[in-house]
């Protein structure tokens, strides 16, 4: 009998882009300023990809570049790209075979994840699982949005809560026990759409000159419903996952949260019962980045991550998804870090 295969993580990279946009700089765009924005969400700044004719395969890709670089991984064993998104270069063809063409990956498969703020989490479970099926052995997870393009820049209420980033994984097989994803619970209630979701450009509603003059090609959101619904569920996953795996407070190393709002963070934090020193936040620099946030905490705190770590994940999205995962840290983040 063949030795159970457990998918982990051997190496985390990210990418952010060079332009900050401070909120300072967003109060004179919109009617906002710094202390209401850090007040209600903890956000102090974002990055933005500015430059024309770039989307989100190059964040995605400058991800993996540095991810292959660190890891010393062979492009030609890589086996799958994965990259979870929800603003895709195109329609079609997927943003995954643009990262590959442009990684020239020659023996690997690819294709786009589509679950929100959830993208990411969801793509790791599918890929660990394609790697404890033994028929894979390397898969490069990448979450990844340029969420400045579908936000409105006029709305007070949403344009100081996102921004763009990509964050990336190398998932491989090994035989070692009690390392890598060993639990998730994740679910989707299809009942969000009112509250959060982008109004035009898809089949039910195609883009057009009406679309576009009414501004209907950005991020909506009823923030006190989206707020409420999402510590509920991002705080009882957390707890089922706990219980299930027989995990305490105490025994539990890190929390790893969507990047949404620090406000949420807490309140999770709090229903919890977890202190904020074990909450890994870097929405303060960043804000959301939507798919991009939990491989971009994943990679800044990677220095500090020790093998045997416990590690829960969780996250929340439109759809309404959210679910959370148990992970256990493979390999001592120091030694990894010194390439970043």
Known sequence: MSEKINAIITGVAGYVPDYVLTND??????????????TRTGIKERRILTEEGLGTSYMARKAAKLLLKKTGADPDSIDAVIVATTTPDYVHPSTASIVLGKLELKNAFAFD???????????????AGLIQSGRYKKIIVIGADKMSS???YQDRSTCPLFGDGAGAVLLEGTEEENVGLLDSYLRTDGKGLPFLHMKAGGSVCPPSRFTVDHRLHYT????RYVFRYA???????????????????????????????????EAVAKRLEVPMEKVLVNIQRYGNTSAACIPLVLWDNEKNLKKGDK????????GFVNGAAYYRWAYNGSDMAAAK
């Open 25 to 38: 700089e967003l109060s004179r765009i919109v009617d906002t300023n710094d202390e209401w924005i850090t």
């Open 113 to 127: 994840f589509s679950a929100a703020c959830c993208g990411f989490l969801y793509a790791l479970d599918v890929a």
């Open 150 to 152: 579908i936000t409105d």
């Open 220 to 223: 909506y959101q009823e923030g």
């Open 231 to 265: 510590v509920t569920a991002m705080g009882e996953d957390c707890s089922l996952i706990m219980k299930r795996n027989g995990l305490t407070v105490d025994t539990i190393d890190y929390f790893v949260s969507h990047q949404a709002n620090l406000r949420i963070i």
């Open 311 to 318: 590690i829960i994940l969780t996250a929340f999205g439109a």
